[in-house]
């Protein structure tokens, strides 16, 4: 009798407790699903419990909630993460919602006025959003008096100040080199954005490669250091391969500045000439312990603004000897430019996005998608219609006039690695831990917690098919924003915004990404004296008018 009072005592006890695991308040349950975690490396099928917009149990037991997901045959992933996302308006978003983004950051360009840019889209957003401070808009501040700056600026709302930049027939931001009050009143407006809480600066200096000196660019690395912040860059030679302006000589700029310093440092886009070496010297960098990493987007061509200086005739012809005809695409007139519709575009409308092919990328392209923290970043455009204005949230896919990598880039990665037999765990690394990682290393606490599949982690998750997601977005005018297919599922801070591949309009529950916002800035003016006085010696006060080359005015 005691043994059976024993045993029916033990029964009811896992009856209440299978109960008890039963009865559990989650919010949200995902059933059945591959849970792939690429940082512990877990693998297996579980259930997924949510509460309160966290992972608060991965399970073998059957579990409950007040919604539940059917995830059989479908991986549940850590939500992919953008770090060159200049899609920051509601329709470009939209797109990237069924391409499987979580987080959208635009690292690279950045913004003007950082502040006001996230009061502007607090509980207004999709998909968590950040930016750095934008070294090229901050530039265009101080080196253009005729443009009127205070509202945010950004990739989306870039194209009327290029033009008004360039209303009196230069461009001073892209070529005129700063003299030393320039710069200091450059850096000063960074600071205040780091100050701010931007997460770093973006220096998109192939955009200013005749223009920002390579004492600017230190001391603009130099900025967000004094920070701990990173800084994004694209490279001052950025397509060239003819020696000696070839593209890892202007990476090496960039990675001495960092190195030094002790600072993160992103290469944005690295998927042109010299890439290779690149990606040896930055897992040299990691061997020694330095937070430095790069980025892709699995296509062989870009987009970019036509008035883009490495784009003039006597650098994309003459020097690189490729033909506009061949290259340069308008995809608001579905058409390719020659050199007269080219340079009347450029002066008319400066502002205006073209696609640009890069033939050697056909066979660099599947060495990227094996490189260790060589991670996916979009470059994604904004979603402009074929008037180029921006598009409503409302409207088709179809009427989107742009690259395709802004509908497609995550997607397409996951169908080349699959059809080239990449590990699986390796393409989310490169879709998102190793991003929220190295973010995470420089004190972004907000990524500290994403990029991962674990209990009380962020509940960031992109839920796909393995055997079927793809991307089906082309160049061609009506398919460049294609949706992709099989990734039916996106759940952004706990709840869905993507449920049965239909983007949930009213869903708005992206967070900011960003660093907290500091009493007082840590700007340091330079001058010829304070320099001297600091890295010579026996300098006296009343020699401050002694020559350094590196500021002289």
């Not at 259930?47 to 549940?76: C, K, M, P």
Request: hydrophobic share 40%; glycine share 8%.
């Amino acid at each position: 009798m005691r043994i059976m009072a024993s045993t029916i005592t033990a029964c009811l006890m896992c009856m209440l407790m299978v109960s008890a695991a039963l009865a559990e308040p989650y919010d949200l349950v995902i059933k059945g699903g591959r849970v792939m975690d690429p940082e512990s490396g877990f693998d297996a099928v579980r259930n997924v419990g949510i509460v309160q917009g966290r992972i608060a149990r991965i399970t073998q037991d059957e579990i409950l909630g007040e919604r539940s997901i059917d995830a059989s045959g479908l991986v549940v992933a850590p939500g992919f993460i953008d770090t060159h996302f200049h899609s920051m308006d509601e329709f470009a978003t939209k797109m990237a919602l069924r391409d499987g983004v979580t987080s959208g950051m635009d690292l690279e360009a950045g913004a003007f006025n950082v502040k006001q840019w996230y009061a502007d889209k607090k509980g207004k957003w999709q998909i968590n959003y950040g930016v750095t401070a934008s070294h090229l808009i901050n530039r265009m501040k101080v080196m253009d008096g005729e443009v009127h700056l205070s509202a945010p600026v950004d990739a989306t709302t870039a194209q009327a100040v290029l033009k008004q930049a360039a209303e009196d027939g230069k461009a001073s931001w892209s070529t005129e080199r700063a003299n030393t009050e320039q710069m200091n009143a450059i850096v000063k407006r960074l600071d205040e954005e780091l100050r701010d809480g931007a997460l770093g600066v973006g220096i998109a200096l192939a955009y200013a490669a005749r223009g920002a000196s390579s004492y600017e660019v230190f001391e603009v690395q130099k900025a967000a250091a004094r920070y701990g912040r990173l800084a994004s860059v694209h490279t001052r030679y950025h397509v060239d391969s003819q020696t000696p302006t070839e593209a890892p000589i202007a990476f090496a700029e960039v990675f001495t500045n960092a190195m030094l310093l002790g600072a993160p440092l992103l290469l944005a886009h690295n998927n042109d000439y010299g890439w290779e070496e690149n990606e040896e010297k930055l897992q040299l960098a990691r061997a020694k312990g330095l937070n430095m990493w790069s980025e892709h987007y699995p296509y062989d061509a870009g987009s970019t603004f036509i008035s883009a200086d490495f784009l003039r005739p006597e650098m994309w012809l003459e020097k690189l000897g490729f033909r506009y005809e061949d290259t340069l695409y308008h995809p608001e007139t579905d058409r390719f430019l020659d050199l007269e519709s080219y340079e009347e575009m450029r002066e008319k409308t400066p502002g205006t996005l073209v696609v640009v092919y890069m033939p050697p990328r056909k066979q660099w392209g599947p060495h990227w998608l094996r490189m260790p923290h060589m991670t996916v970043a979009s470059d994604g455009m904004p979603g402009l219609g074929r008037d180029g204005k921006l598009l409503p949230w409302s409207a088709e896919y179809t009427d989107y006039a742009g690259h395709p990598r802004t509908a497609g880039a995550r997607a397409r990665t996951l169908r080349l690695a699959r059809e080239a037999e990449v590990p699986l765990m390796h393409t989310l690394a490169q879709l998102s831990y190793w991003s929220a990682k190295h973010l995470g290393d420089a004190g972004v606490l907000a990524m500290q917690e994403r990029g991962r599949v674990q209990e009380g982690m962020v509940a960031d998750l992109t839920l796909f098919d393995p055997e079927t997601a793809s991307d089906h977005a082309d160049y061609k005018a009506g398919l460049n924003g294609l949706p992709s297919t099989g990734i039916p599922w996106v759940i952004v801070n706990g709840e869905i915004v993507l449920e049965n591949s239909a983007v949930l309009q009213s869903v708005r529950v992206g967070q900011p990404i960003r660093y907290v916002q500091e009493e007082e800035g840590r700007f340091k003016p330079i001058s010829a004296t304070h320099w001297l006085q600091e890295h010579s010696v026996n300098v006296k006060q009343d020699q401050s008018g002694a020559r350094v080359s590196h500021l002289r005015d």
